[in-house]
């Protein structure tokens, strides 16, 4: 494969990859708040024509009084108030989501304008997206308080889901301190999406109340956990009869018990499980990846940067901290290291050398332009000596030996 | 992506001509009027009623159709988004190597914030930080094995103190010199670093001092007249300036002699040398390097050029992942990539030694050689060609033997 070393194309088109979730997220929402318009508008038309219709037979028919056509009517009149409310409440969070559908498609639009990789536009831009995979990464993980001030700092709340993010950490948050409530209200607001879901949300969450309502080993409280399993576990015998089961044996355990599986069952672990499944349905729901976007882009970096001379256990000629003519290589660099080390390399099919290579007795390589240069400014040596800038060695001129790589 | 932004600025519009609320509204005004009308008169009940059906009836029926509208509005929004992205699915590794490392990732961002000079920021990272391990020992990393947590603890302890003072008193001499034109604490910290800063063959000291006279010469902080400041300058020459005659005797030698020419310099030979407009920036731009190297670090955050190369990584990956999948291949060689991705040259920052003859990449357990001819190979096919035997290289018509071939560090 013969590609060049170096380019600096920039194809719009193919390089929006890492944006995806920055268009698919709001439009995910404002399709969720669609929705909810069209069954408010459903559930009212359901009452109020019905209601029209026996009111005018009840009427015709004379079983009714004046007073009681007039509640009847007064009743139907608050309720669309109430439904024109919502509709209001709701068309404003749908401009809302539209603007910032608008903004996100505007910045990624300006990418187009841009002419290369080697353009200063494209430094900002790219430093843009960088501030957004770090606050992706913040609220994925939990830092919400950083998250928000490092959007606002640098100026990209609308490129930004701070809301669905921190949303999604309070309902965590209170998986993680054993409540069930918030997670199963979630469930309820997004049944029908959750309909499709190849996990078991909401049973799980069912399931964890009714373990802690064994885990008591009070008489009232498991006659609670009985009518519970039968409320809310038997309707799902079909799918899950398995784990069923193992709740009824669950009951003449208690939670020292050594067991398997119930032992499992009563783990106190299963809540971290329990908040790991929350976050997987929630991105999935929400056509979210389920990676930081900061580690795809990092993973692919590292590789694409990494040389075998970056964990090397000879210190680079080429770039290295001794000398200031070079400059550190990121992956060399403390704040990558470490994690670049488990990454394959780049692949490359030519040698890349300075220009004019010539090799020092010690075997150093360096360009022969660069290394007069860097042993004039350093002062300390003499007319006709250079000085090697990695190990300090001082060789005459003489010494430099010309070196030829293919 | 045209398509996609025409797309969502016709569904904007869409949204904001929408008649559903004006629709519930007339819905209301119907059923007002019929119980004012029954009210009025109860003997036209049935008539209103029935009359209030229809117009009722029909309101929803509009509304109906806006919804509708809308509807095939995000339909057709979804569509181009599918179109934009369609064979751009995101990589979908199950485990992408970091992942187990959130600890040493979540470093390099509070290190990255650091040297972003956004110490609000980082404060806060590292505290929220602090607070959920405290909270949540164990479930730090999705399978997290509770005995690491314990040292990566230690590895998290590095930015927030050390590091953070260095790159605090960083920006703050950046802030001086860019906002307040005011060289000295530069030229402070240049002078208690001299050591090192020399051991590299940095002129940073030099450079700062230079920029100080000639600023002086300008008229300093109070920018008046060149008189005062021709004074001040070499007042300033008188002090400072022997420590650098040893190293930098012509260069000090311009900058004096410079001097004659003045009040008229600009017309002078030397004109370039106190008139160069983008002074400032390289003098700043020098010194973040100079400061970040003596810290072994690389001057532009490492994590910007890693996410840029990623990106710019990425579509040829995907590519990559996908045919493999279609070949139902596997790549063997684990430790290296597949294929070459061509970064922009800044990118490049290692040479790098590829072998002519077995088109490896030199390794440590495979370093390059150099013949006695001056033609460089792998220690491997230095192996393979010699046989332990004198042997011709492959570029020239000398013979070596391999034995006198030298490793050579790139």
């Not at chain 1, 290579?357 to 006709?384: A, T």
């Amino acid at each position: 494969m013969a590609a060049e070393l170096t380019s600096t194309k920039l194809n719009p088109e193919s390089h929006i990859i890492l944006d995806q979730p920055l268009l698919r997220l709001p439009h995910e929402l404002a399709r969720r708040n669609f929705k909810t318009v069209q069954r408010a508008v459903e559930r009212e038309k359901e009452y109020i024509i019905p209601a029209i219709k026996e009111t005018a037979a009840a009427s015709l028919s004379n079983t009714q009084t004046p007073d009681q056509t007039l509640a009847a009517l007064d009743a139907m009149i608050s309720r669309m108030q109430g439904l024109k409310r919502k509709m209001e409440s709701l068309q404003e969070e749908e401009k809302k989501i539209h603007n910032q559908s608008r903004k996100r498609i505007q910045h990624l639009e300006t990418l187009h304008k841009i002419p290369s990789l080697a353009d200063v536009k494209y430094d900002q831009w790219s430093r843009v997206r960088l501030d957004r995979l770090l606050v992706d990464h913040m609220l994925r993980s939990g830092y919400s308080e950083s998250a928000k001030q490092l959007a606002q700092d640098r100026g990209v709340e609308e490129l930004v889901d701070l809301g669905v993010f921190t949303q999604c950490q309070r309902v965590v948050d209170s998986l993680r301190r054993g409540e069930t409530k918030e997670a199963l209200q979630w469930c309820g607001e997004n049944k029908a999406a959750l309909k499709k879901s190849q996990h078991n949300l909401e049973f799980e969450l069912r399931l964890q109340q009714y373990i802690e309502m064994v885990r008591t080993q009070d008489k009232s409280k498991k006659i609670e956990a009985i009518i519970h399993a039968k409320k809310y576990l038997i309707p799902n015998h079909q799918s899950q009869n398995s784990e069923i089961m193992r709740a009824a044996g669950l009951l003449v355990f208690t939670q020292d018990t050594r067991a398997e599986p119930y032992k499992s069952l009563f783990a106190l672990d299963r809540w971290r499980v329990l908040a790991q499944l929350f976050i997987q349905t929630h991105h999935e729901l929400l056509s979210l990846p389920s990676q930081p976007l900061l580690h795809i882009a990092l993973s692919a970096g590292l590789s694409a940067l990494k040389t075998p001379l970056c964990h090397s256990a000879y210190t680079s000629s080429s770039s290295n901290s001794q000398s200031t003519s070079t400059s550190v290589c990121p992956i060399c660099s403390t704040e990558l290291n470490e994690l670049a080390r488990k990454m394959p390399y780049a692949h490359h099919s030519k040698s890349y050398v300075e220009s004019d290579p010539i090799v020092l007795p010690n075997g150093r390589v360096y360009g022969k332009q660069r290394l007069m240069e860097i042993s004039r400014k350093m002062g300390s040596v003499g007319p006709g000596k250079v000085k090697d800038p990695t190990t300090g060695e001082v060789f005459h001129e003489s010494e430099m030996k010309k070196v030829y790589i293919m | 992506m045209d398509v996609v932004q025409k797309e969502h600025s016709r569904l904007l519009k869409r949204t904001e001509a929408s008649q559903g609320i004006k629709n519930v509204q007339s819905a209301v005004d119907s059923l007002q009027a019929a119980r004012d009308a029954i009210a009025a008169d109860p003997s036209a009940a049935s008539a209103t009623l029935a009359s209030l059906q229809n117009s009722v009836k029909s309101s929803f029926d509009s509304i109906n159709d806006s919804l509708k509208e809308t509807h095939s509005g995000l339909n057709k929004y979804t569509k181009s988004l599918d179109k934009l992205f369609k064979d751009r699915p995101l990589p979908s590794t199950d485990d992408d190597g970091l992942s187990s490392h959130e600890s040493l990732i979540n470093r390099a961002i509070a290190m990255h914030l650091l040297r972003e000079g956004q110490f609000a920021v980082a404060a806060t990272f590292l505290s929220e930080i602090a607070e959920q391990k405290t909270i949540y020992p164990v479930t730090q990393n999705g399978c997290g094995p509770s005995n690491t947590s314990a040292s990566l603890l230690d590895i998290d302890e590095v930015p927030s103190t050390e590091i953070r003072k260095q790159f605090a008193s960083m920006y703050y001499i950046l802030q001086q010199l860019q906002e307040n034109q005011n060289l000295l604490p530069a030229i402070e910290w240049s002078r208690e670093n001299r050591e090192a800063l020399e051991a590299r063959g940095s002129n940073l000291e030099f450079e700062l001092c230079r920029l100080q006279y000639v600023w002086l010469y300008h008229g300093g902080a109070n920018n008046q007249g060149t008189a005062s400041g021709w004074l001040a300058a070499l007042e300033y020459a008188r002090q400072e300036f022997h420590v650098f005659v040893p190293r930098y005797l012509r260069e000090v030698q311009q900058l004096v002699g410079a001097m004659a020419y003045s009040p008229n310099l600009g017309g002078s030979p030397y004109a370039a040398l106190f008139n160069n407009t983008s002074a400032w920036d390289d003098v700043a731009h020098f010194f973040t390097r100079e400061f970040c190297s003596l810290l072994g670090l690389s001057a532009d955050s490492p994590l910007y050029i890693a996410a840029t190369a990623g990106a710019i990584a990425l579509p040829t990956l995907l590519k990559l992942q996908t045919i493999m999948r279609s070949k139902r291949t596997e790549w063997t060689s684990e430790n290296e990539l597949p294929v070459e991705i061509p970064l922009p040259p800044q990118y490049l920052f290692h040479s790098i030694f590829v072998c002519p003859v077995s088109k490896e990449q030199a390794t440590d357990e495979n370093p390059p050689m150099m013949m006695p001819c001056g033609h460089v190979i792998a220690q491997e096919s230095l192996k393979r060609l010699g046989k332990g035997n004198r042997f011709k290289c492959p570029y020239c018509p000398s013979e070596s033997h391999p034995k006198d071939a030298r490793k050579v560090f790139l």
